[in-house]
């Protein structure tokens, strides 16, 4: 089992930026891919981006490649969403995972992180 701490939210203006954190406890991080998703309110969850174990790969939803870069320290246990370029459609609740696919890691979930961006 892991458990996933969000940290990073806030309010931002368009086109500013945000870096999410997600600490996970335990000593079996590097075993987890991992993975970014988000939900706004009204609307279901959606895949924003994952990375592999390893971090050698990661991939993107088509909304946020080339503005979002999602990237892991195994030493600390740390996975990180820098978010550039925001937007107001970003709003919403995001949420860090853990799962063994590096497409869409959906075992173990944070409590997620309120990111708010105004126009």
């Known amino acids: 089992q892991v458990q996933l701490v969000e940290s990073g939210g806030g309010l931002v203006q368009a086109g500013g930026s945000l870096r999410l954190s997600c600490a996970a406890s335990?000593?079996?991080?590097?075993?987890?891919?991992m993975g970014w998703f988000r939900q706004a309110p009204g609307k279901e969850r959606q895949y924003v981006a994952s990375?592999?174990?390893?971090?050698?790969?990661?991939y993107y939803a088509d909304s946020v490649k080339g503005r979002f870069t999602i990237s892991r320290d195994n030493a600390k246990n740390t996975v990180y969403l820098q978010m550039n370029s925001l937007k107001p459609e970003d709003t919403a609740v995001y949420y860090c995972?853990?799962?063994?696919?590096?497409?869409?890691?959906?075992?173990?979930w944070g409590q997620g992180t309120q990111v708010t961006v105004s126009s």
């Open positions: 990375i592999s174990r390893t971090g050698d790969n990661t």
């Open positions: 995972a853990a799962g063994v696919s590096a497409f869409r890691p959906s075992s173990y």
């Open positions: 335990g000593r079996t991080f590097s075993l987890y891919a």
